[in-house]
Structure formats: structure tokens, C-alpha cells
């Protein structure tokens, strides 16, 4: 099955600094990917997906963009942090066959934007 | 606009005590709703239910979806402190092929 790699774990930015984050995927090829935003003990707020490389779809208006330079790599953006980008960020892709709407998840970046 | 509402959003009970988490979800072109459990890091899978009115069970823990009322419940007995933790419901459109998830719900179980 496919396995999701994301990095760093945690990170503290301060304001108006730039942002990075990836996410690598094995076990599978061209995977739709996901990014996923979830504030403080709430729910997950779809961000960005993407169906292929540099496909990339936006779900809602924000200081972030999102990358796909290669089929199995998929980069979360800021060139400026605002303090309301501070959250848990996820990066997901579907299972395979009967498993194709379950979502499969990193472990996930805690960012904190002081 | 694909919706999924969860309630409560937050419950805090007793351990041993019953409890019952709420989902309802718009979702178009309905594939599957999914429970999830979130403790400090990435959600983990609990069931994925596609048919009315078939229960899934695991342990403590069992769920049903219900079609007809666009609703699902998710359902703990004899609760635990290792329960403790946030259950995300998503619903999955065949149509915009991705998840839709709710606010989730924060259960707290007190010694």
C-alpha cells in the first residue's frame, strides 16, 4: 500500500517569511494529491489538489500556492507568512481499488507562525 | 457546495459511559462517508461505509450509515481514556472525487 512521506514535523516561522513543505508519495503512481489545513481541535479544510504533475487545483483563496514537479511530489508554498497560515498542514492521497475514496495521510506539519 | 455536519462538536464524558457521535452530509454524487480518529498527529481510518443500513464494528466501536437521511452515526461503548481524542467524518463525491470533511467532534473521556 502506499505510504506518504511529509516533512519537517514541526516548524516556527516568523511573519513575512517564505514556506516550504513536501510531501513525497511511494507505492503508487500518479495518485491525486492533497493538501489539507486543520486549525486548533476543527476539522480539515481542503486546500489544494492535484491530478497529475502540474495540475493543481485550488479550493479556496489564501496566501499559499502549491507545486507538483514530479508524479509522486507535491509542495505547499508561501513566499510570505501571515500569522493566520499558523496550523496543522496534511498531505493526503486515495487508496487503491476498494480503498480509492479512503484518504491515506502524512504525519502531518505543525506550523506555527510567530 | 458538497457539506458534511458533525455534532456535537465537543463531548465530555465519563469513562464507561455510551456515546454517540453525529454526521450528515450534501455531498454529490454520494460514493462513501468515512470515520476517522485523530489523536495528536495524522487521522487514522476507523470504517468506510457505502450500503444503508449495514453496521461495521470493531471492538468498541460501530457505525451505520443511513441514505435515506444522509446521516451516519458513529457509536463508542464502555468508553475509555484512549478514546480521547477528535472523530472526522467525510463524505466522498464521485463528481469532484475528493473528500469533503466536517468540523469533526472533540471527545474527552474523564477517569
Known amino acids: 500500500s502506499q505510504t506518504i512521506h511529509q516533512w519537517p514535523a514541526t516548524l516556527v516561522q516568523p511573519v513575512g517569511s517564505p514556506l516550504s513543505l513536501e510531501c513525497t508519495v511511494e507505492?503508487?503512481?500518479?495518485?491525486?494529491l492533497y493538501w489539507y489545513r486543520q486549525a486548533a481541535g476543527r476539522g480539515l479544510q481542503l486546500l489544494f489538489y492535484?491530478?497529475?504533475?502540474?495540475?493543481i487545483s485550488s479550493e479556496v483563496p489564501q496566501n499559499l500556492s502549491a507545486s507538483r514537479p514530479q508524479d509522486r511530489q507535491f509542495i505547499l508554498s508561501s513566499k510570505k507568512l501571515l500569522l493566520s497560515d499558523s496550523g496543522f498542514y496534511l498531505c493526503?492521497?486515495?487508496?487503491?481499488?476498494?480503498?480509492?475514496?479512503?484518504?491515506?495521510f502524512g504525519q502531518g506539519t505543525r506550523l506555527t507562525v510567530v | 457546495e458538497d457539506k458534511v455536519v458533525q455534532s456535537p462538536l465537543s463531548l465530555v464524558v465519563h469513562e464507561g459511559d455510551t456515546v454517540t457521535l453525529n454526521c450528515s452530509y450534501e455531498?454529490?454524487?454520494?460514493?462513501?462517508l468515512l470515520w476517522y480518529k485523530q489523536e495528536k498527529k495524522a487521522p487514522t481510518f476507523l470504517f468506510m461505509l457505502t450500503s444503508s443500513g449495514i453496521e461495521k464494528k470493531s471492538g468498541r466501536l460501530s457505525s451505520i450509515l443511513d441514505k435515506k437521511e444522509l446521516s451516519s452515526i458513529l457509536n463508542i461503548t464502555a468508553t475509555q481514556t484512549g478514546d480521547s481524542a477528535i472523530y472526522l467524518c467525510?463524505?466522498?463525491?464521485?463528481?469532484?472525487?475528493?473528500?469533503?470533511f466536517g468540523s469533526g467532534t472533540q471527545l474527552t473521556v474523564l477517569p
Open positions: 493526503a492521497c486515495p487508496g487503491r481499488g476498494q480503498r480509492d475514496t479512503e484518504a491515506f
Open positions: 455531498v454529490t454524487n454520494f460514493r462513501s
Open positions: 467525510a463524505a466522498f463525491s464521485g463528481s469532484a472525487r475528493q473528500l469533503t
Open positions: 492535484s491530478v497529475g504533475i502540474g495540475q
Open positions: 507505492g503508487t503512481s500518479n495518485p491525486n
